[in-house]
């Protein structure tokens, strides 16, 4: 289990200096996607925090992943993806309005994404779908987040999307094909081991002297 909040975060870059990655986010971004996380969410800091949006697990970007939102005052959890329609960016969402009083309950979310067609949102207050229109936007030099939207140095804060809560779980597959799988047992101060066997194995956020993220 690991515990977020605005003070730290982790990424898998699009990219490895080591190269142990078998299936990249170039790949996967091409494929139907499906995330699943066990998570138990911190509403209050969340609210607090003054933010529109905190990310569970993002791509960065224009936000494709499961997100925390606050909508005309409700808090929801989304689900989305942008894309290009009519010439303009659009963001496609299904979410979801959540009882806060559930603070303290672990709960599964689970986003499923059908190339261009469709994404939906799964949790304990139930299911919603939504069609895409359009065709989704490029995501293959994105970073995927856990914790967070973007935490890139050039990223203003209300953009950045810090969450808030401890995740127990994250399952992600791409046309049914494991990408990474972290139950957070094998983990060191840098790094949370991928049990999956494609070597996607998330690594915390540390910046070098001129504030970017150093990949390792």
Same mark, same amino acid.
């Given at each position: 289990m690991i515990t977020l909040n605005d003070k730290g975060c982790w990424l898998l870059a699009n990219y490895s200096r080591n190269m142990?990655?078998?299936?990249?986010?170039?790949?996967?971004?091409?494929?139907d996607i499906t995330i699943e996380v066990k998570c138990k969410i911190d509403w209050e800091k969340i609210i607090e925090s003054n933010q529109d949006f905190a990310g569970i697990v993002c791509f960065n970007g224009a936000?494709?992943?499961?997100?925390c939102k606050i909508?005309?005052?409700?808090?929801?959890?989304?689900?989305?993806?942008?894309?290009?329609?009519?010439?303009?960016?659009?963001?496609? %969402?299904a979410f979801i309005e959540i009882d806060t009083t559930t603070n303290d309950e672990w709960r599964t979310i689970t986003l499923n994404y059908k190339k261009n067609s469709k994404i939906s949102i799964k949790t304990t207050e139930g299911s919603?779908?939504?069609?895409?229109?359009?065709?989704?936007?490029?995501?293959?030099?994105a970073y995927l987040?856990?914790?967070c939207c973007d935490n890139h140095k050039p990223t203003p804060p209300e953009y950045q999307g810090n969450w808030y809560g401890q995740i127990k779980s994250i399952k992600i597959t791409g046309n049914n094909k494991?990408?990474? %799988?972290?139950?957070?047992k094998k983990k060191t101060r840098y790094k949370i081991y991928d049990k999956s066997g494609s070597g996607n194995h998330l690594i915390s956020k540390h910046l070098n002297?001129?504030?970017?993220?150093?990949?390792f």
């Open positions: 142990v990655s078998t299936y990249r986010i170039q790949e996967l971004v091409e494929s936000h494709f992943g499961i997100l909508y005309d005052g409700k808090p929801v959890i989304s689900a989305e993806v942008w894309s290009e329609y009519n010439n303009e960016n659009i963001c496609n %969402d919603v779908e939504k069609e895409i229109q359009g065709t989704m936007l490029d995501y293959s030099n987040w856990v914790g494991k990408f990474l %799988d972290y139950d957070f002297e001129d504030g970017e993220v150093i990949i």
